[in-house]
């Protein structure tokens, strides 16, 4: 693609060029900038409406206050295309060659305008109350600004950070960008009083966020860049807590965005250019099967009930989905903490909570996984969908889940391998009332061709899928395939038929069958899709250590990647299966 | 101690009974509750201002609502005896022989008036609207009614949990105790909300609870039982959300809690019978070390500032030292993930943020812990309290804190063994600006009487501390004096000089070190004040699991302990030294 041509955008290299140009130019520069993203997010994909819907802001920002002296916090960072556009990153965007050239967050090493790299929710408003006490503590003078969605505004974080921030008694300046949409609806009663607002031009009997004691403004027109100015230097170099309410359009200047917000809060590459096409035919996935169940237990009455944290699409609850179960559903917002503690309570009273989190952000809540559900055993079901090693932004990442969830007692974190497996977990979880459950869901479907009549109420049980000698393949979850590739590498190369166990529970040890291998095997392999350090892996180790036993773990080590190819952390993990059958041999 | 003579409280055996009293009755019944709790509580220790301050609203709950059929949830239950005394377990209260019979918490396993465990604040609204949720899905009627202190209302989930509540649409009843304390004074703008509510009886312009869409409704005498009736008679069987905020005096009826509430929040057995006693001399302990060390960069114009979520008392942090330090010190209340966020946002500003923790509290933010924090290398010193095993009850268990921080990329978790090694790496730890920092703090005060002038800057160094052969034993933190303690013995009973190495470095191994113990040591033996899955030991395991090294890891089980002793628990872990020694001799 050739780079696109930009009048205005041409003469601004960094956010002081912005500063001279006149109204008419601002508002070209802002259509300027939409197409950019536009051409730019239908081609690698990424964020779409939430940078759409924050052009003019972001020009307005960018306009009033002086960055990097002034510190600027995007909340989850995922409408920071605009910001990096004004701030010497338009390469990024004007060329498709460099289109990869910049993380799709906000990243603190390609430039001083930005100060953390985020990518989860509702974080904002307590970094930038951090910046501002630094600064009180250090004597500077700057102006902190906070810019929030109506979305993230309703986790703990930010909530938390709301009632700080309120009395600092100095500078702080924090943006609610309401757009009116979490990544789905928006939930609770903050959303009912942002709507009062937005109807109200700004004017309500009982103000949520006066009430907390911040001075509060109203933008009814979040497009409008005058208005924005005006606002903005109205409240610069304030001494004190102020809250500006923003009233933006999500998908602004794209109108399939504006009037159909979710799926195109963030799009797949050539997503634009398929608009027209019929919806491609549902193949059978662990998403579709997890839906087919909970309809039908929802259908014959029984009290079962979807829940989410804000994430539906993750797991492919799509509106269709949400309003045939009704009550049956229920989508707490960005709200982690409170979906944990609310599904302990539901599940105490008789319910049948299904509650289900993408793994990097299971990491939202521990200590209600820890105190609500697994000390009271509250009988929840957890699905953990996207667990496992990829190439994703280091603050998307989902390889921690396993450290987190099975160093807690009570817990029961199970690995299903194909979709006998999973569907009897499922129901298995679902009815019984002894124990948390979590299941971590695997991305691609498989299938034993076996069906699976496993009693998993009789807890840390092993499969021994394929009985050998001499080198035990514990393989975990979707790594049973990798199992079986190493195992025939094995024989291939050396002869020995190995054995393959596939663990199916991940908090717990099979002792019996553990102790049984020593009998005619030397060797004991691990494979895990996440983290070494806390995982599953260490767990095996720890039953040899007294003994003869040598035994390897394999899975992702204990770091932060970011947009690291697989292949280069397959062979830096020793992960590929040539790797693996080495490091096997090394100690035959 | 003889019983107590209870005249009104013999006639009251269950909730039932309550409700066949006069009023002149129910406030006499008050006054033996009281007395009851005082002398209970002086003689084995607990919580005292929360449970004197809730008497009369207990009895105003019971009166009206009909448990266990209405269900009552009380935030951290801290406040819940009065609560057990009227429902069957006041033997528990005037008999001195049973006053270790019931937990100092909810317990469902005492009643059925109980629910949930629970023992960590800001729970009770995300578990009521749970519990009122399941209601809506069985078709049940109960009242669901969640009691919550103005402290805990800042923790994250119950905000989210409030966010939910307020849109459930069916009968929930949260019951906002306002004292006007959190453990220490309450923090932010919903505290300074509250103090205008109670300055104005109830009506303010903006009101929070309202504004989230909450019918509100106040009781300015908490301890006025016919108030408390009747406020509470109008909202039984409501059919939506319901905020009461009740007006209540922690520590009533013992003026001197009355007066200064914070130490009287918690006391030891003993207490109110050393009211006028001098204060005890200072002795030196890690508490008054880092208070002085605090104190002196403060002092010295440094950037540093001291930060507690809600618990300064932990850490001996009274009001003299907070006063001294002004600026230089915050409380953000309960909300440990804004003082995470918060301290990596002073951090990146160039302040020198020292966050303090109980082992127990820090499982109540992890993801901060990890995104703002470690992902962003935000040089903040975080120090953890009590990490250990211990004999407390389930809720309050600090045997977590290592697989939860150890686990995260990027983190330098350190276990100082002695003064000498933690004055040097909290000087460390300050003054350097490329690692986030953890601090295990040992409960007990030791000396090794050498200057410790450690780099601690290269990371994963161990330390030998003493030279030997065949068994290597590596004793983290605060066990090294059990590392010693076993060289002994185990030198006693074998001869054997074994090794002694203190790795100081929790997040990490010393390759070279262990590498090196190869060649003249047959077992490895690691000693860790904690759990043991997802620990430190088991990556000393790993490590060693292509080898033939033997190796034992010894710390605490993956499980929920409630109040069991620590003789028990050390038998149970294998972790006397007889039995550490008696287990390496097996393996010689």
């Given at each position: ?19 001279k140009?006149?109204?008419?130019d601002?508002?070209?520069?802002s ?6 993203i ?6 690698i ?5 939430p ?32 910001h ?12 498709p ?15 001083r305008?930005?100060?953390?790299k ?8 307590s ?9 009180d503590?250090l ?7 906070a ?11 930010a909530?938390?950070g ?20 979490s ?17 109200n ?10 009430a907390?004691g ?19 230097s ?9 809250l ?11 109108e ?20 027209n ?12 099967i ?6 039908n237990?929802?259908e ?25 179960l ?7 917002g960005?709200?982690?903490?409170h ?5 302990s ?21 521990y ?14 079901t957890?699905l ?22 099975s ?9 299903p ?14 009815n ?36 050998g000698e ?8 979707d ?48 494979l895990?899709?996440?983290e ?56 035959l």
């Amino acid at each position: 693609m050739p780079e696109t041509i930009t009048n205005v955008l041409d003469k601004v290299n960094s956010p002081e060029d912005l500063k001279k140009l006149e109204m008419g130019d601002l508002y070209k520069l802002s259509n300027e900038m939409r197409e950019l993203i536009i051409k730019k997010v239908n081609t690698i994909g990424g964020h779409f409406g939430p940078n759409l819907g924050i052009v003019e802001a972001t020009i307005a920002l960018h306009y009033v206050f002086n960055s990097p002296v002034d510190k600027f916090v995007f909340d989850v960072s995922h409408q920071c295309y605009p910001h990096k556009i004004l701030t010497g990153r338009k390469d990024g965007y004007t060329n498709p060659d460099n289109y990869f050239k910049y993380t799709g967050y906000t990243a603190p090493e390609e430039t001083r305008h930005d100060l953390f790299k985020i990518g989860h929710t509702s974080t904002s408003v307590s970094l930038a109350t951090g910046l501002a006490k630094g600064r009180d503590l250090l004597g500077g003078k700057e102006n902190v600004v906070a810019v929030i969605g109506d979305g993230s505004l309703t986790g703990g974080e930010a909530l938390e950070g709301l009632n700080n921030a309120a009395t600092l008694n100095s500078n702080i300046i924090i943006i609610v960008n309401d757009n009116d949409m979490s990544i789905a609806e928006n939930q609770g009663g903050i959303c009912n009083l942002l709507t009062e607002l937005r109807e109200n031009n700004g004017v309500v009997k009982d103000n949520f966020f006066k009430a907390l004691g911040f001075e509060y403004h109203y933008i009814a027109d979040g497009h409008n860049i005058e208005n924005l100015i005006e606002t903005f230097s109205k409240v610069k170099d304030t001494d004190h807590p102020v809250l500006i309410h923003m009233h933006t359009i999500k998908g602004k200047g794209f109108e399939p965005a504006v009037v159909n917000k979710e799926p195109f809060h963030w799009i797949l590459p050539g997503t634009l250019d398929r608009l027209n096409d019929a919806p491609a035919p549902q193949k059978e996935s662990y998403e579709s099967i997890t839906k087919d169940y909970i309809l039908n237990k929802a259908e014959a009455g029984e009290p079962i009930i979807a829940m989410s944290a804000a994430t539906p699409g993750v797991f492919g609850w799509n509106k269709e989905f949400r309003d045939k179960l009704g009550l049956h559903y229920i989508d707490v917002g960005i709200a982690e903490q409170h979906a944990v503690g609310m599904a302990s309570g539901i599940a105490k009273r008789g319910g049948k909570p299904v509650l289900a989190f993408m793994s990097s952000f299971v990491q939202r809540t521990y200590d209600q996984l820890s105190q609500d559900m697994a000390l009271n055993n509250a009988p929840v079901t957890m699905l953990i969908f996207w667990g496992g090693i990829s190439n994703a932004d280091a603050t998307h990442l989902c390889t921690f889940d396993i450290p987190l969830i099975s160093n807690i007692p009570n817990i029961v974190y199970l690995a299903p391998t194909c979709k006998e497996e999973y569907v009897r977990m499922l129901d298995w979880s679902v009815n019984q009332t002894e124990h948390p459950v979590a299941i971590r869901v695997p991305y691609e479907i498989t299938y034993s061709g076996e069906n699976d009549t496993t009693d998993y109420s009789i807890l840390n049980k092993y499969k021994t899928e394929e009985k050998g000698e001499k080198v035990a393949i514990v393989a975990l979850g979707d790594f049973l395939g990798k199992g079986r590739d190493v195992k025939a590498l094995l024989k291939e190369k050396t002869g020995i038929n190995a054995t393959l166990i596939n663990p199916r529970f991940i908090t717990g040890i099979d002792k019996d069958m553990l102790e049984g291998l020593k009998s005619n095997h030397s060797v004991v392999i691990t494979l895990e899709n996440g983290e070494l350090d806390g995982g599953f892996g260490e767990k095996i180790t720890r039953f040899y250590g007294d003994s003869s036993m040598k035994v390897l773990n394999f899975g992702s080590y204990k770091e932060f990647t970011d947009r690291t190819s697989m292949e280069e952390l397959y062979n830096r993990y020793h992960l590929t299966n040539e790797l693996i059958v080495q490091d096997i041999r090394s100690l035959l």
